[in-house]
């Protein structure tokens, strides 16, 4: 098991390089000059000088690639060109909404998707099997901004339940923090929710057309724990994988859904600062989801291991 | 005879598909005895595994499959049980063993944690005598090393091993009777007469009923007392194992025997085959369903069809020719 | 359990005779092709997505013919105007004809998902084969799409935007970067098992040439999947581009594309409804359809799966 999970975590290494090159070259391989973009229109030869000089940009593009890796690997993700602020302490101060955000969405996806999807499995056919297809085929159809914009429409505008932009932090009270955030966590989640529930369905169905839930029933076994643990740990495995997808999409899909409910997190800041060309902060904040997303593919794996005894060995 | 467990009355099974229902087994009748082996053989698709699959109800009664006729298990009939009351029943006192160990364990348990479920269903016993027991039948079922067996999954385990780890399974709870299907199918030639050696050791050491389901007649020849032989989902004759290898009155069945290689055969000499194959489900043969590949198939045969008739004191057969073959022997 | 196509084909008694084995196979061809035929018709499913998927592109297409107004057109008198018999679905804080640039929005938001869809076809496939082809052309070119793969589509296609500059054409550069790694995966994966087969090998016993066995044996056996993930590429393509035009980020500004009205929308939204509902309902929709026909071409192609 040990040895398992050390390969897992090596295995991790080559990947997050590419990551770093693949995010280093985007930036970096822009046909024009970052600086000049950066600063607009109305820069001077000098000031443009300057910058590149302080980003580095007059250096050969290896050693500049070089430079950044080292400085991030400190904690240095580089300075804000907007506003002379540490790119760090920007991501800092932006992270707690973003954070309270994904987990609000994906408790809400996960507390209604999975039952909803093994109750679609084991009466197939049945209307709440049909409702159940029919919710995960709107939740791919409808992106995030989409609902986010007809629920702010039905539950802001006309029904007057929900604010429809505002964020209240945890420090203003839990009920108050949870209102200002349960439209955009739904908004966030129900595609999620939607993938949960094909999912969990789909493995579900798989798992209960099998030999060894026969044999099990077969054995006597009764139905809540021919459910609940002979099927469910097999589906588990299942589970884990859209969780992980889930985790990373309730984070990438921050940016627009903060954005469109005013919510101050890392999407937010994220979008501002395309209008603004503020490179480093896109680029770090992408580079973060990213070795974040790897992170969590690397703990799926690993927790694969754990459910499903076959793959330790492989 | 010895005791009668098992009586299967008329016993229809039909599935719920796309195009309406579809009769899978129509009208059988048998008896199981206590200590006996009873072999059903077949071409695959003639209904032997729905058979024990329905005798056992394991099949989806809401969605797939409609039941009807009797089984009666020591008088009681099994589909007047609820299925709370049939989860009594199955594995404690009919059990089950299925021709493919690896998909029929469940993979992400030890097998002794497979075994001791089965104890801790049906009897009252605590966690720690369950693993003894389960440990006990891990070494009656002849695999060494039980102890160190117990907390491997299945996929540790080789072919042989595994479907001797199903056979403890289904044999925890010393059930009355044994369903075997197809058992040794997927195994090796040599593995599989020694799971075959098995099954018959049990069998005399428990004293229960075992239903042997195979398309393997040697494998019957060798090892039951009792043989049904199975069309097209109905039973087209029964009888001692002497009776169906010795005299077998049905020409599909005299097909089967005349098809198993010989030993003591010409090299090049070409192997009897039963001409055409089963029809598809549904598109059942008007007449005698055997009656389109049947050689001797005549007018009466394409339009009537014949009943299992009792031909003598232990053999059973449906053919409208059969009384007429008897008499010559 | 109970499978149609597999049980619905009556085999006829084995025969000697080669001409009746080709009839055999012709007979079960044919069979085979009317149970996909059926299956894609009785699927209410496909056929709805295929309805949605063709009205939406005449819509485009004749949007010059059936809107009576200019989607640019500005009329300050009239802005912000509800539904009404002139302007179906109301006009915008400037007076345009939301109709208009709704169906106008159309054109915007196929164009670039059917580019992006061809074109992430194309060089997927292009890369998937020769990556399969190659131990070190698949070591480089897979490393780089793991790399790609896991930074999240529409962080990537935001980045890219920023750098490359809000255009329509970069839109679609960007989507293509983003889509082109899963596809290119699953190309190579299909063209692994391709080349696995028997008659590949006796291709290349043969003699025939690399290119060849390429383009001539295994491009063609690896398309069926292909075609369906287009579709679904299609289908996100048209949702990433609303997404990036909702931030700002996608096709500038005046161009009525669906997401640059959803965006104007969002501004007025406690006043004109209409002009989140009606843009919003059409990219829903039309993305519906999309995924409904890629459903359905896949039946259609393999009707086993599901």
Redesign the interface.
Known sequence: MIKFIGKRILSVL??LL??S???FS??HL?PGD?AAAMLGDLATEQDIAALRARMGLDRPLAQQYFIWVGNLLRGDFGVSVVNNETVASMIFSHIKPTISLAIYSLCIAACIAVPMGMVAARN??SAADHGVTAVS??G????S??LG??L??LF??KLRWFP?SGYKGLEEGLGAHLKSLTLPAVALGFMNAALMMRMTRASMLEVL????I??????????FSLMAK?AF??TLVTLITVFGQSV??A???A??VE??FAIPGLGQL??N???R?D?YV??T??LL??VF??LV?MVVDILYGC????VR?N | MAERILEVDNLCTQFKTERGLLKAIDGVSFEVYRGEMLGIVGESGCGKSVTS?SI?R?YDEK?LAVYSGQVRFEGQNLFDLS?KEM??????RI??V?Q?AL???????TVGNQIM??LM??QNISKKDAREKAVKMLGMVGIPDPEGRFFQ?P??LSGGMRQRV?IA??LACRPDILIADEPTTALDVTIQAQIMDLMVEMNRKLDMGVMLITHDLAVVAETCHRVLVMYLGQIVEEGLVEDIFDRPLHPYTKGLIASIPKLDSQKGEKLHQIKGTVPVLGKVPEGCRFAPRCPYAGAECRTKAPELKKVNESQKVRCHLADRRADRG | ?MREGAISVELPYVSEGMDEMEQLRRSLEKEQRGIRIRRFTKNR?SVFGLTVVTVMVMLAVLAPVICRYDPLALDTVNRLQGSSPEHWFGTDSMGRDVFARVLYGARISLTVGFLVGITTGFLGVLIGLYASANKVADNILM??C???K???????A???????GADIKNVVISLVVVSVPGMARLARGQAMVVREQTYIESMKCLGAGKTRILWKHIAPNIISPVIVQVTFVF?SAI?TE??LS????GVPAPAPSWGNI?NE??GV??TA?WL??YP?AF??LT??GL??LGDGIRDFIDPMSN
């Open positions: 080559p990947v590419v990551v090159v693949v995010i985007l930036v822009v970052p197939k056919g085929l709107a791919i159809s409808l992106p901004f989409l914009l007809f702010m429409l802001g505008v429809v057309g099998s030999d060894y026969k044999m099990a029933r077969a054995k006597g076994v009764r139905e002979h740990k097999n990373i999409q984070l990438s899909g940016a627009v954005s469109m994220m979008v600062s395309i209008g060309r490179y896109i680029q904040i992408v989801i990213a997303n790897v593919n459910v499903d005894p076959r060995v | 699959q056992l394991l969605n299925q989860q009594k029943i199955r594995g404690a059990s089950m299925f493919d998909s029929s364990l469940n993979p992400v348990f479920e089965a269903i049906h999954y996929f540790e199903m399974v289904a | 359990m499913g490393r780089i793991d790399g790609l896991a930074i999240p589509s529409t962080l990537l935001i980045t890219l935007m920023t750098v490359l289908a949702i609303a997404a909702f931030l700002g980020a959803l929308g969002k939204i406690y409804w989140v509902l919003g990219t829903a993305v519906l995924n409904l």
